[in-house]
């Protein structure tokens, strides 16, 4: 009974594959992007290992609101205050000497005090005021972002020094190992969450948060933790942002960058090991072929002048869309297409 | 006292915009139980059509009003039917994303289709000119606005409150199966809930910008209006009104004695007490659990 309940939103599928396989998963999704990271660093341009890290970035912080979304199903709109926090916060902590792997995880401890205090208020009652929480947070993290750069290093933001050394291919391919590294750590400890008794927790508040309580989960507690994790996570990602990106300015962080990892994680599929991942490489990818698309078909003067534009559009009508038609995005296609193939193979039961 | 005035009399008149705004969101709630976060793209689209149209063509501006007001209920009516409805038995925040989604794609749209970033909307009739109130000097029109801002809201509130048609939209948002039951057409009435939200949400666009310019800040004055709609009562329609001019008088205290650039930040700031000690507003049902 429990069980069925807890199952990740299809129980048959839970009860046909059992956790051990669920392991391998994760494990089999380090190993896809080992070999792609090798690939591509060993034989890629710079430019290519360049796609490849800030796709290994956002999936990072896709990793972080799948799991506050698609397990806990908490709604949050304004995570870019999380990664503008973390960008700030290390730059704050490097600017007072702090050295670089431990900048970064002060960013990220900042940021779970900074989600500690946004989502204590809204995590204590039902429903989705998380939401509204969340965008009090990108505005609350925006303003303190905006009034330190201007008191100190003025309108064109903070320069970080280089963390690596060699040429821009070499620093690139550095960086990928280094992400890859973060990312693999990233998978092994949600799935580690998901996969227990936490995990549990979370999807049985997603699904019913009443029933939850009556269970005698501390509801309250287990969102809040939740929160905190991914916010950490997220304040992490926005730290080795700063690094990688090398400077930070409070207006590169905007609402619509929330929305595009939104639709990371729609279009990938909720509560998924894999999903984040997808969504991260499609949607990361889209500006560069989306110029290219559009000029095939409408050949406009300044269509790379709307491409930002355009991406939106197309973010917006994935969001839609997969929200509609496909509710746990390309995973849960995927498996209906294999489990239809396998069933036509197997012949009527 | 010039401050004072000005941090009265502005929040007053700004409140009465969120008002108009709040009173949409809110409208939206009671149907649906969702967070609009569309609804700043309704206000900006027909304030963007009524200024361009303004400029290019010499149509009278009761009627480009008209034609943009239509387009924004219809487009409202559209996203409920072919979106929103589509979500009703899955879990809430699928509506809310939804609407995300719809504000990501209405935006980039915005952006291909109306290229200026400033347009300015002319209401004829409107006086110009300033008045001096108490040593503050503030421009007739926009207190003209915000006087046409308060009385469209309090009338609604009274229809709301006293007409059948109040009674039957309160009692879909309420519990849709009893309504049902009692012989209410929910769907329609969750359609033309939409469709009158943002129409509201036109309507608000095009007064805002008629005094100010038409540009994509007044996408976050509609944000503004969620702190506005919880400090009110979420499901509360006269707690619109509560909401709306205590987040504009906030606002104008803020502004006249502290700086502009803190309105925003000490808004949500509001937001996030409110939720803290007073999570169903001062209007609202007392119905919101803790866990």
């Known amino acids: ?349 | 006292m010039s401050e004072l005035t000005a941090a009265i009399i502005g929040g007053l008149s700004l409140g009465a915009v969120y008002s108009l705004v709040t009173l949409g969101i809110v409208i939206i709630f009671r149907a649906t139980e969702t967070f609009n976060f569309a609804h700043g793209s309704f206000m900006l689209l027909a304030a963007l059509i009524v200024g361009r149209l303004q400029s290019h063509s010499g149509l009278p501006f009761a009627l480009l009003a008209l034609i943009s007001l239509a387009i924004v209920g219809a487009l409202g009516a559209m996203l409920f039917r072919f979106v929103l409805r589509s979500t009703i038995g899955r879990p809430h925040f699928v509506a809310v994303i939804a609407t995300l989604g719809f504000a990501a794609a209405a935006d980039g749209v915005i952006g291909i289709v109306f290229p200026q970033t400033q347009y300015t909307i002319t209401i004829p009739g409107l006086s110009n000119g300033s008045a001096r109130i108490f040593g503050a000097t503030f421009s007739v029109a926009s207190l003209e606005i915000s006087a046409f801002a308060v009385i469209l809201t309090v009338a609604l509130v009274l229809v709301f409150r006293f007409t059948s048609l109040g009674v039957r939209i309160r009692a879909a948002g309420q519990n849709s199966l009893l309504a049902s039951q009692g012989g209410i057409n929910v769907h329609w009435v969750y359609l033309g809930s939409w469709a009158l939200a943002c129409v509201l949400a036109g309507v608000a666009g095009i007064a805002y910008g008629s005094v100010n310019s038409v540009n994509q800040g007044i996408e976050g004055l509609a944000l503004l209006a969620f702190p506005a709609a919880l400090l009110g009562g979420l499901d509360s329609i006269p707690g619109s009104l509560i909401g709306g001019f205590g987040i504009g008088l906030i606002g104008g205290f803020v502004a006249a004695y502290i700086g502009g650039e803190y309105v925003t930040v000490v808004t949500y700031l509001v937001l996030l007490i409110v939720m803290l000690f007073l999570p169903h507003g001062i209007a609202g049902t007392r119905s919101v659990r803790r866990v």
């Open chain 1, 1 to 349: 009974m429990i069980r069925e309940i807890t199952g990740t939103g299809s129980a048959a599928q839970a009860r046909a594959f059992d956790w051990r396989s669920l392991i391998k998963q994760r494990y089999l999704i380090i190993a896809i992007a080992f070999i792609a990271v090798a690939f591509v660093t060993a034989a890629g341009s710079s430019y290519s290992i360049y796609i490849v890290d800030t796709i290994l970035l956002s999936a990072i912080g896709a990793m972080a609101l799948d799991l506050l979304m698609g397990t806990g199903g908490q709604v949050s709109i304004g995570n870019v205050a999380f990664l503008a926090g973390g960008a700030f916060a290390t730059v704050w902590a490097s600017r007072a000497g702090v050295p670089f792997p431990f900048d970064v995880i002060i960013g990220g401890l900042a940021c779970a005090v900074f989600g500690f205090m946004v989502g204590l208020p809204a995590l204590r009652i039902r429903g989705m005021y998380l939401a509204l929480a969340t965008l009090a947070a990108f505005y609350l993290a925006d303003f303190v972002g905006q009034q330190y750069q201007d008191n100190t290093v003025g309108a064109a933001g903070f320069f970080l020094k280089p963390v690596f050394s060699g040429t821009i291919a070499q620093q690139s391919a550095s960086w990928a190992w280094l992400l890859l590294a973060v990312l693999a750590g990233t998978i092994i400890l949600f799935s580690w969450l998901r996969s227990g008794r936490s995990g549990r927790a979370w999807r049985m508040i997603r699904d019913h948060e009443i029933a939850a309580s009556i269970m005698g989960i501390p509801v309250s507690r287990y969102k809040l933790s939740l929160f905190v994790i991914t916010s950490a996570i997220i304040g992490i990602q926005g730290g080795l942002t700063a690094h990688f990106t090398e400077s930070v300015t409070y207006d590169s962080f905007t609402l619509s960058l929330s929305i595009s990892v939104i639709a990371m994680i729609l279009i990938g599929g909720l509560d998924s090991q894999a999903g984040p991942l997808i969504g991260a490489v499609v949607i990361t990818t889209m500006p560069i072929f989306v110029p290219d698309i559009i000029n095939t078909f409408a050949s406009s003067s300044n269509a790379s002048q709307d491409a930002s534009s355009y991406a939106e559009v197309v973010y917006g009508a994935l969001i839609v869309i997969f929200m509609i038609k496909a509710p746990r995005g390309l995973v849960g296609l995927s498996q209906a297409v294999g489990r239809k193939v396998l069933s036509r193979r197997g012949g009527p039961r």
